[in-house]
């Protein structure tokens, strides 16, 4: 593995927060970095003055209004008044943080974009232009695992900006945070696991897909009863519904700021392989995924599927509802194995040497697209601190299993790592 990839950013100004006037409390400073952020009640506390910041006796504007007006100092002395009365040191203090974190998280995305190229590295970070986002409110499923069949309930739930998406298994006891990171995955024999000590989160590939495809960047995943997330219809469809039951709001940190949403730009090839399997990326403007797959049976044989990531409805259209398939000749072999206990014939193609049991299709290359749904679950692990975890690239695999997706994570991750 040769160095080629870096974080690449743009420079990124986040957008300055409009002056507030002086006549609004602290409280509703919040406001000016997501007025999105209206929609959660519960965490919004200053709605009554939103009404104020465009205000026409707003006193900035008034100053700016009549600067050429002879009695202009009296007018200045009259806002210092003003602002000293209403709290201006909350306001600047707040202010002051707010610009010092957006300059310094500016400068150094510059720096490393910098550094990146005159090191000829293979990565850099690079803008989308989107601040972080997370859920507006908690949803809940619940079903069967694939692998385990235990029954399993599953609720997403909002997150911080910077805090990314993570697994908290609740039990008798509430254990920590699994981070949805290629460091920790344990297990990827049909299915990707994450595990931290004795807890584990089986298959959470249909899930992480979802919430990457559609830009659901920080997250806090509840699990009860069985440690598997549930495998609903077998596609990443029901978890694209129940994000958008809720909706989607612009994630703020503990301070009240967004962050922007940054990704990994590869500048040259990295790839991995397995025999004839392999996962490779290679720069690219946009973010695109090829995937190829070629099986014995004549009902799949080769397919080749290419998604461009433009916006999230192309991963919800094209995407999304293909569904897990499997092998009918493998099927007594794999539940001897203890796996896919929970398959059934609702929840999972099945394919046999006559073709498939279940017909019709969703999409003629279902089981190729849904190689690809797979391939973004499991690219969603390269995703750090609330930034995307598909990087502006063109990933093109072919006939790559979980094992090879997560060891191409890893490439990724270590070549942002060494510049
Ligand atoms: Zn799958």
């Given at each position: 593995m040769t160095k080629g990839l870096c974080y690449h950013s743009s420079?990124?100004?986040?957008?300055?927060?409009?002056?507030?006037?002086?006549?609004?409390?602290?409280?509703?400073?919040?406001?000016?970095?997501?007025?999105?952020?209206?929609?959660?009640?519960?965490?919004?506390?200053?709605?009554?003055?939103?009404?104020?910041?465009?205000?026409?006796?707003?006193?900035?504007?008034?100053?700016?209004?009549?600067?050429s007006s002879s009695n202009l100092s009296r007018r200045i002395s009259h806002l210092f008044a003003h602002f000293?009365?209403?709290?201006?040191?909350?306001?600047?203090?707040?202010?002051?943080?707010?610009?010092?974190?957006?300059?310094?998280?500016?400068?150094?995305?510059?720096?490393?974009?910098?550094?990146?190229?005159?090191?000829?590295?293979?990565?850099?970070k690079t803008e989308t232009g989107q601040p972080q986002r997370t859920l507006s409110g908690p949803v809940t499923r619940m079903g069967k695992g694939l692998h385990s069949g235990e029954e399993s309930t599953l609720t997403l739930f909002p997150a911080t900006a910077g805090e990314g998406r993570y697994f908290v298994y609740m039990n008798d006891i509430?254990?920590?945070?699994?981070?949805?990171?290629?460091?920790?995955?344990?297990?990827?024999?049909?299915?990707?696991?994450?595990?931290?000590?004795?807890?584990?989160?089986?298959?959470?590939?249909?899930?992480?897909?979802?919430?990457?495809?559609?830009?659901?960047?920080?997250?806090?995943?509840?699990?009860?009863?069985?440690?598997?997330?549930?495998?609903?219809?077998?596609?990443?469809?029901?978890?694209?519904?129940?994000?958008e039951e809720v909706g989607?709001?612009?994630?703020?940190?503990?301070?009240?700021?967004?962050l922007?949403?940054?990704?990994?730009?590869?500048?040259?090839?990295?790839?991995?392989?397995?025999?004839?399997?392999?996962?490779?990326?290679?720069?690219?403007?946009?973010?695109r995924v090829t995937c190829g797959i070629d099986f014995p049976q004549q009902a799949i044989g080769r397919q080749w599927f290419t998604w461009y990531h433009c916006n999230n409805a192309s991963y919800k259209?094209?995407?999304?509802?293909?569904?897990?398939?499997?092998?009918?000749?493998q099927i007594e072999q794999l539940q001897q194995a203890g796996l896919i206990k929970g398959a059934s014939l609702d929840n999972a193609l099945v394919c046999s040497e006559s073709g498939w049991l279940n017909p019709p299709l969703r999409f003629p290359d279902e089981p190729c697209r849904h190689k690809?749904?797979?391939?973004?679950?499991?690219?969603?692990?390269?995703?750090?601190s609330g930034h995307l975890g598909l990087p502006v690239a063109h990933i093109i695999s072919f006939k790559a299993s979980h094992s090879l997706h997560v060891k191409f994570c890893k490439a990724i991750l270590q070549a942002a790592k060494d510049h």
């Open positions: 420079p990124f100004p986040p957008p300055p927060p409009p002056p507030p006037p002086p006549s609004m409390s602290s409280k509703s400073l919040r406001f000016f970095s997501s007025p999105q952020h209206r929609r959660r009640h519960h965490h919004y506390r200053g709605e009554k003055n939103q009404h104020h910041h465009h205000h026409h006796h707003h006193p900035l504007l008034s100053m700016r209004w009549r600067a000293a009365n209403k709290s201006f040191g909350i306001w600047s203090q707040q202010h002051t943080t707010l610009f010092t974190r957006g300059c310094l998280s500016d400068l150094s995305c510059q720096s490393t974009y910098l550094t990146s190229l005159s090191n000829n590295v293979l990565t850099s509430v254990t920590e945070k699994i981070s949805a990171s290629a460091d920790n995955v344990v297990e990827t024999r049909l299915s990707t696991c994450l595990g931290i000590g004795h807890t584990k989160v089986r298959t959470v590939e249909h899930l992480m897909s979802a919430l990457e495809g559609i830009g659901v960047n920080n997250c806090r995943i509840e699990l009860r009863g069985g440690q598997e997330v549930p495998l609903l219809d077998g596609s990443a469809s029901q978890w694209v519904k129940a994000v989607l709001s612009i994630a703020q940190d503990r301070h009240g700021c967004q922007p949403a940054l990704s990994l730009k590869v500048h040259k090839p990295i790839f991995v392989f397995d025999g004839d399997s392999f996962v490779a990326a290679f720069p690219a403007p946009a973010t259209s094209e995407i999304a509802a293909a569904r897990t398939f499997g092998i009918y000749e690809l749904l797979d391939l973004v679950g499991d690219l969603a692990l390269c995703a750090q």
